[in-house]
């Protein structure tokens, strides 16, 4: 049996070999993702799939390289009306979709229409959109009512399809195609899916009529590898099988720093947070002494070193360079066992058992939740730690959102931890997504149903504040508001580090995503 099993982990391991083969083909770019692509639907994709689908769908406006500032991509411009309710986007001409029709208005209402009607994915971000309309073929006008993130911002989060693929693979009881589109494409991107092996590879070629055209060096093949293990994703890039690793050990990154066919890209201000979300809606953790006791028992400063500098501290629920600076005062942050004890003991949960999840092949989640196993312990509390794959984690969540939210059910998650990105850069991004009572249940991240009226109303506000200093003043109450409810454990802020063979150009750090790779710009330098 041991020897069969050997034979099958060999098999395994020269298919991956041999589908990397292409690293350090001038024209292939490989890379081994840390996680799986759940959907390729960029109008139901909430998590892992969005960066990764910038290769093949495209916005109006977007993000386009290093820094937060909007860019023209398939609007050439936009004009805005002095109340700022009336969006008017024109269209760059001589566009094609994947499936040879031409970008037209009629696809931008289509597409924005679709996630208006399935409320997946980017919807949250574009509920206050109250109508889109075509005033010819390359002009769109879109009007909202106020309350949302900035508008420019939240159009970037909607990638343009195709009404004629999506339609062909609509059905009667699938109008919008959701089914077709989990598994094909059908966007303006520079390149096209090719092969969709879901959990093992995606296999993207260059789309050739591309608007933004080919001249210049640039991979026409990119082949994505699965890779959740990063001591696997380590020895491949070192071996030039992989030319980018998505993340590999924290302990490793000194050696990779002095292998001179290894390049570390790393930015110290990370903006993508590490939360142990806790259940406040049932179970122990419902009661605000027990959240803040677990908080009292995670050794933040244990966890920052074991993780080798791939972390840092937390500004909170929310980066302060999201609220002009500001930090809240956090009580519960500081290390105190004695502390937690009183607290559980208070809440009368002296002897409770925690189950705590994280994400299949985690090696942040997995030793933060050794951390806090390992302290818990010390004072009574057993930690059960539960490797679970993100997907059927949030399968099993929004099971348990929709039903009687027993603690009983099978469905029912203690604690999770959770990566929050700004998916925009806003506060918006965190607080309504984190923490308001829409955003439970699955189109947010509300995993913990973390509920609090007075925040939910403070959101709102700041969104339809018209001036800056408003719309800071409501966020950041709603902040001190969330410090002490306590819905979860800050674990840290995770620095943004990829490694890449040193041969590749072109390389930039997404300033919202992490992690991302945009192929289209990288090229090989030799």
Known sequence: MVERLGRLLLALTLGLVSLALAAGDPTTLTVALSGNVETVDPHTASSRAVPFLENIYEPLVGLQGPTFELSPVLAESVDVSDDQTVYTFHLRPGVEFHDGTSLTSEAVVYSFERVREIKKGPYWAIAYLDSVEAVDDLTVRMTIRPGGPPFLQAVSMVGIVSPTAFEAGATADD?????????????TGPYVLAELVRGDRFVLEAFKPYWGGWEGPHFSRSVMLLVPEMATAQLMLERGDVDIAEQVPS??????????????????GGVRVLYLNLNAA????????????????FDQAAFLEASGGSFTTTDGPVPSEFLGGYKPEIPYATFDLDEAKRLFAEAGQSNMTLDVYFTTGDQPQELAAQVLQAYLGQIGVTVNIIAQDFPAFVRAITAWGTSERSASDENFR???????????????????????????????????FYHNQAVDDLITAGALAVDEATRQESYRAAVDLIVEDAPQVNIG????????????????????????????????TN
Not at 175 to 187: D, I, R
Not at 251 to 268: F, G, K, Y
Not at 282 to 297: C, E, F, L, S
Not at 414 to 434: G, H, K
């Open 493 to 524: 802020t995770q620095r943004m580090i990829y490694t890449l063979r040193s041969d590749i150009g072109g390389f930039y750090i997404h300033p919202t995503w992490y992690p991302a790779i945009r192929a289209y710009p990288l090229y090989r």
């Open 175 to 187: 109008k919008w195609a959701e089914s077709w589109a989990a598994g094909n494409t059908a966007g």
């Open 414 to 448: 203690m604690a999770n931890f959770l990566y929050t990105p700004p998916r925009m850069p806003d506060a918006y991004a965190y607080l309504w997504y984190m923490y308001h009572s829409d955003a439970q249940g699955g189109l947010g991240r509300n995993q913990g």
């Open 282 to 297: 049932a179970g122990p953790t419902a009661d605000p002494r027990v959240r803040k006791a677990i908080n009292y028992a």
């Open 251 to 268: 302990d490793a990154l000194d050696s990779l720093r002095a292998n001179p066919a290894i390049s570390v890209i790393e930015r110290d």
